[in-house]
């Protein structure tokens, strides 16, 4: 314990690695689903009006097409989410149950397992098997441990489906409604919504530079760049079957 009045060394280096040695959200977060939703909303709602308006349909029809999508992707969005993310999470609560029966019916076993699992990460036998027993006194805490390390998973951090389907529908009803918005407010071409969603396209894909050791501006323009050749493209096809129908 350090005099009063006299720095401790050891306590200086811990404080300033605390302070320096931070990292990003490497797995993404809230921001990984978030993002992918609205990019979704975006791209899939501009192609749809795009391609609509390249078959020569009224200001109207377009409003129509972009509303229908905007409602038919959020739902379907939030649908998909909501059964993905309540299987997995069902999935995950019966390996668990699997497990707990696991230490109820052999502790001794799966004190050893636990032991192996340190030892093959380079722990002395004896240490390995010491923290083992200790950690194995808290049945709760031994299932948590075991979790981790053959799942890969944490028990009391599991997905809630509601929580998915809801911020999917938000996020992807974000992106989608900005093709949408120019018309609303009394626009009767097409330039303004694209010129909308692609603006909200590189500001997604800078926002997802938060999560990447790319530059904000490159992520940004690359998905301006992957959104408007989807804008294009449907265009095209909208402008063909347009001709050919008519």
Known sequence: MSQAGVSDPTHATHAAHRDNHTHRDVNGGWLRPAVFGAMDGLVSNLGLM???A???ASSQTIVIA???GLAAGAFSMA???YTSVASQRELVLAELEVERGELRRSPGEEVK???????SRGVDPELAMEVSRQLHRDPEQALEIHAREELGIDPTDLPSPTVAAVSSFLSFSLGAVLPVLPYLFGATALLPAVLLALFGLFVCGAVVARVTARPWWF?????LAL???AAAVTYGLGALFGVAVG
């Open 50 to 52: 795009t391609g609509v």
């Open 54 to 56: 390249g078959s020569s």
């Open 66 to 68: 972009g509303l229908a």
């Open 79 to 81: 649908a998909g989410e």
């Open 113 to 119: 397992e636990l032991a192996g699992l340190y030892e």
């Open 219 to 223: 992520s940004g323009l690359r998905q």
């Open 227 to 229: 959104g408007g050749a």
